[in-house]
């Protein structure tokens, strides 16, 4: 077997273990069990609770054995709860520091956790974009300074300095 064909077959397994992951734990919130005990359950838990508008995918049979979602979706749900997972994880484990002074920023001016959860989210997929189009790694060090950037910010002016940013 070549190369790409066993990473091929990792990649499935894996996105096939992580929706599986996501169906059983998305069985608990419909069901109203408490959220499980381990961390990136809980984690797991809080978010699907806040994103219950994608549970027919959480559900489907052929999307829980690895199908790809379809070009012609908005939104791909898995990605977004994978997406929303790693900031939640940044936000809780301080790492980097600036994501949670960023939370705790847009918090304290008055948007939900959720809504801070989402505009982190919303940097990090931009600098993750840029760095596939340039053909380059991860830039961590853009990413913090965009971070404290926005937390310097007056709340009035985010969204636009963040449309700025990524024009």
Not at 76 to 94: R, S, T, W
């Amino acid at each position: 077997m070549k190369d790409n064909d066993w990473q091929s077959t990792l990649f499935k397994l894996e996105r096939q273990r992580q929706r599986r992951m996501i169906n059983t734990i998305w069985q608990k919130v419909k069901t109203g069990e408490p959220a499980p005990v381990e961390r990136e359950a809980e984690i797991l838990y809080g978010i699907l609770m806040d994103h219950q508008e994608f549970a027919s995918y959480f559900e489907d049979e052929s999307y829980l054995e690895g199908e790809g979602i379809g070009t012609t979706e908005k939104v791909n749900p898995f990605l977004h709860v994978a997406i929303h997972q790693m900031v939640e994880e940044q936000v809780a484990g301080e790492n980097p520091i600036e994501a949670a002074l960023l939370c705790e920023y847009l918090e304290r001016i008055g948007h939900t956790r959720h809504e801070a959860l989402h505009l982190i989210m919303t940097v990090l997929v931009h600098v993750i974009l840029q760095g596939l189009a340039e053909g380059a790694s991860f830039d961590g060090v853009k990413y913090v300074r965009i971070l404290e950037k926005l937390r310097r910010t007056p709340p009035e002016r985010i969204i636009t300095e963040l449309e700025d940013l990524f024009s």
